[in-house]
């Protein structure tokens, strides 16, 4: 967020990033009563109903976002929905196929993500470290949150959305009747892990038209975009070329209402103690240009969609992978 000077950014840094390193659990298939998401494409079928449409082509949106996801064009909070997130994602896909960059999920591109043939959906059994908690709803007033010992997630659905990559509303959905807060309880979710690896990165780009942060590797070949929030008109985005000057997993958060422009009255300075739904979630990528960086969130479902104090914001998956995969010195090209 903008105005946040690297000295007020306190970063924890003890433990890896939550979700750079850690693949899910997975099974060789989803359970039988899962009903496992067809993998073809979804054309409705003479006499079938609109219901059955609607679940067609859901699922198909819904594999395919996987699928972009596992090969580093995140569409964002997996949702199942065509949105603009995902459009951005399939054109960027496009063009690294030498396909129409449509931003459409036609029939070429459906048959050029399906090459990788992963199902969509893995079994997946709840740990200990899923469930513990503790679990608690986060207050937005940043004075409520600064009286947090840790600023954890809301509840399990949160928590497993953030590790697959999903909204908890589709880890709810694709698990009904389950019990998600239940140490080893069976559950299906994404496939979004075990895709191919990210190399290290000699290059970020943010588009602020686009909405999207790009990595390039050392040949200038696009090797991940991410949705990400650019700034605002009071907090525009700092247009230039700039370098990452550290990367600081689990950072406490020092807020100074002086630094806000939509502040709320009364407001004080505050610290904010680490935890994924911490202001800037679960990394700070410091940059050269002063007060700002590259960080996570705690509302993923608003990335790409919603403005930023002048920083980038990505989901916290999404930063937590670039934080893997860039050092100090890394490159940062900030453009329109």
């Not at 893995?122 to 503790?134: F, H, K, R, S």
């Not at 928590?159 to 069976?186: C, D, M, V, W």
């Not at 496939?191 to 990165?201: C, D, E, I, M």
Request: charged share 20%; hydrophobic share 40%.
């Amino acid at each position: 967020m903008k105005k946040i000077a690297a000295p007020l950014l306190v970063a924890v840094l003890t433990g890896a990033l939550p979700f750079a390193a850690t693949a899910a659990r997975q099974a060789p298939q989803v359970p039988q009563q899962a009903a496992p998401l067809q993998q073809g494409a979804a054309a409705q079928q003479p006499g079938q109903d609109a219901a059955s449409a609607e679940r067609a082509e859901f699922e198909r949106l819904l594999r395919a976002q996987v699928l972009l996801d596992r090969l580093h064009f995140s569409p964002g909070e997996i949702d199942g929905a065509y949105g603009s997130n995902m459009r951005q994602a399939l054109s960027s896909f496009q063009k690294s196929r030498n396909l129409e960059a449509s931003g459409k999920l036609d029939e070429a591109t459906w048959n050029a993500l399906n090459g990788d043939t992963t199902p969509t959906l893995t079994a997946y059994v709840l740990t200990n470290e899923d469930v513990a908690g503790p679990f608690q709803p986060v207050p937005e007033d940043m004075m409520e949150k600064a009286k947090l010992p840790k600023l954890g997630y809301a509840n399990p659905a949160e928590g497993l959305g953030e590790k697959f990559h999903a909204s908890p509303e589709l880890i709810t959905r694709l698990n009904p009747g389950k019990n998600l807060a239940k140490a080893g309880e069976q559950i299906v979710v994404p496939s979004v892990h075990g895709g191919p690896t990210l190399p290290a990165a000699s290059k970020v780009v943010v588009s602020d038209s686009r909405k999207v942060l790009m990595l390039f590797d050392g040949a200038d070949r696009l090797i991940a975009q991410y949705p990400a929030s650019t700034g605002s008109q009071y907090d525009p985005l700092p247009i230039g070329e700039w370098k990452i000057e550290g990367v600081h997993p689990n950072p406490t958060y020092h807020y100074n209402p002086k630094l806000f422009w939509d502040a709320e009255p009364g407001d004080k300075k505050a610290k904010v103690a680490p935890g994924p739904n911490n202001p800037v979630g679960v990394v700070w990528i410091d940059l050269s240009k002063p007060h700002y960086g590259i960080h996570g969130t705690p509302v993923p479902k608003f990335i790409g969609k919603t403005e930023s104090h002048g920083c980038i914001r990505l989901t916290n998956w999404s930063a937590a992978e670039v934080a893997a995969v860039v050092a100090a010195g890394t490159q940062v090209v900030l453009q329109e």
